[in-house]
């Protein structure tokens, strides 16, 4: 099963970016659908965007269409979410995870799950 690590959180200030990314290993990264996920503190984990397997498909929880971009480079096995304009509010653990279904959005739809990344926006 494909082993995931995320890296690129910090602190920014509002209205900055932060690149985060997800590195794949195990075998068979280009064969998963892959999903970016958050939590804050006292709230469910959320879907933030997914793309899937060659990358030419992407869709976005509604609270970052527009700031927010995931891609992929199979050749690297590697998922990105490029986060611009950020808010407070999008203050989280930030996910990366894994998954055979196609246009997921659901966490149970996932099979596999990185340690997750802190990412802090101050006003």
């Known amino acids: 099963q494909v082993q995931l690590v995320e890296s690129g959180g910090g602190l920014v200030q509002a209205g900055g970016s932060l690149r985060l990314s997800c590195a794949a290993s195990?075998?068979?990264?280009?064969?998963?659908?892959m999903g970016w996920f958050r939590q804050a503190p006292g709230n469910d984990r959320e879907f933030v965007a997914g793309i899937l397997r060659l990358g030419g498909n992407t869709f976005y929880a509604d609270s970052v269409k527009g700031r927010f971009t995931i891609s992929r480079d199979n050749a690297k096995n590697t998922v990105y979410l490029q986060m611009n304009s950020l808010k407070p509010e999008d203050t989280a653990v930030y996910y990366c995870?894994?998954?055979?279904?196609?246009?997921?959005?659901?966490?149970?739809?996932?099979?596999?799950w990185g340690q997750g990344t802190q990412v802090t926006v101050s006003a």
């Open positions: 195990g075998g068979g990264f280009s064969s998963y659908n």
């Open positions: 995870a894994a998954t055979s279904r196609w246009s997921a959005s659901m966490e149970y739809e996932y099979i596999a």
